[in-house]
């Protein structure tokens, strides 16, 4: 394992749910329902976005 941690980008979670938010984005692009789409874009979009905000914080 390498030093402390410089950047959040740098963190496999942050990663893996910057995938998982992608992934979600490009599967529900046909999705008719919207405010279900919308709902389920924001919440994978809020799982990076809440661990970035963490590192910045200085926070476990």
């Known amino acids: 394992m390498g030093g402390p941690v410089q950047k ?15 992934s979600l984005y490009l599967s529900l692009k046909d999705c008719r329902d919207y405010s279900l789409r919308d709902q389920i874009q924001r919440s994978a979009v809020s799982i990076p976005s809440n661990i970035a905000e963490g590192f910045e914080r200085k926070s476990n």
Request: proline share 0%; net charge negative; aromatic share 14%.
């Open 8 to 22: 959040f980008k740098d963190l496999e979670v942050w990663k893996e749910g910057m995938q998982l938010a992608e």
